[in-house]
């Protein structure tokens, strides 16, 4: 059965609606959004905490344990080296993954569909990002 959702926007000079239509319909699940507390469930039941921002607002803080791969934000789809970076730090494909990014980025959003349509099912964004999780006083590094 195939799964078609509307596409919307504009399309990139030199793709076909054919090729986004098809990327889309590969993932036809809708991401998941988050809470912070909902994250840390998901990072205590073996998932993997993205930190998808740049390298000096990670370095200030960032979700303890979180690997940091701003590269899934940069370019979509990501970069080959990139793809390869996340199959390395998240070992088992079926483990769940929780991008965030700062609080009203949408690059955490777009970083979870990229992963998504790298072929991991379990993938949820947390859109308040590093705000929401230190808010919640819950552990930083």
Known sequence: ??????????ITVGLTPWVVASSVAANPMPLAVVSAE????????GGVMIDVRA???????TVK????LPCLAEAMPPRRE????????VGDPTRPLV?????????GQRAAQAVRRLGYRTV???RGGITEWT?????TQ
């Open 1 to 10: 059965m195939n799964h078609w959702v509307p596409v919307w926007g504009r």
């Open 65 to 68: 344990g979180a690997v940091h």
């Open 135 to 139: 808010a919640r006083g819950l552990h």
């Open 99 to 107: 991008v965030f990014a700062g609080p009203r980025d949408r690059s």
């Open 82 to 89: 990139c793809s390869d970076a996340l199959a390395s730090a």
């Open 55 to 61: 390298r000096q607002p990670f370095e200030a803080r």
């Open 38 to 45: 909902r994250a840390r469930e998901a990072l205590y039941e």
């Open 124 to 126: 949820y964004w947390m």
